[in-house]
């Protein structure tokens, strides 16, 4: 199924990628809620989270705990915020978010950030994954 994770995972579309493995790819979200709003997903084609298979959904949370551990590092917050809805973009995928309170994962809003921004956090991101 083509959609805009598929067309990132194929390079057709560019990302501020922060982690990779040959599963699951980790990038910044280009509308975050809040500063370091990265979404998590599988290289695998898959809409529903919960059609993945056990194992493909156990590895996919284990990536992205270590992508949450990395954030930790470089973003200021309490803690990582999980969420999954679903709705927006036909592929599986995890929002990790930066939280100091319930409301910084509200969806609906953006804080806007440039890409000078999003590529500088990106790099330091992965530099600690």
């Known amino acids: 199924m083509s959609n805009i994770f598929s067309k990132i995972i ?5 990302c501020h990628k922060v ?16 500063y370091g709003h990265t979404l998590v997903i599988p290289k695998m084609g898959i809409d529903y989270i919960f059609d ?3 194992e493909s959904l156990t ?4 990536f992205s705990k270590k ?25 599986a995928h995890v929002h990790l978010i930066p939280i100091n309170a319930i409301q910084d994962m509200t969806f609906g809003k953006s804080i806007g950030i440039s890409q000078a921004d999003l590529t500088a956090l990106a790099n330091k991101i992965a530099t600690n994954f």
């Open 52 to 54: 993945m298979s056990d």
């Open 19 to 34: 982690a990779e493995d040959d599963l699951h790819l980790a990038f910044l979200d280009i509308n975050p809620v809040a």
């Open 67 to 91: 992508v949450a551990k990395a954030l930790k590092k470089v973003v200021d917050c309490k803690k990582i915020g999980v969420s999954v809805i679903g709705l927006e973009v036909p592929h």
């Open 10 to 14: 194929s390079g057709e579309i560019p």
């Open 59 to 62: 590895n996919l949370m284990l």
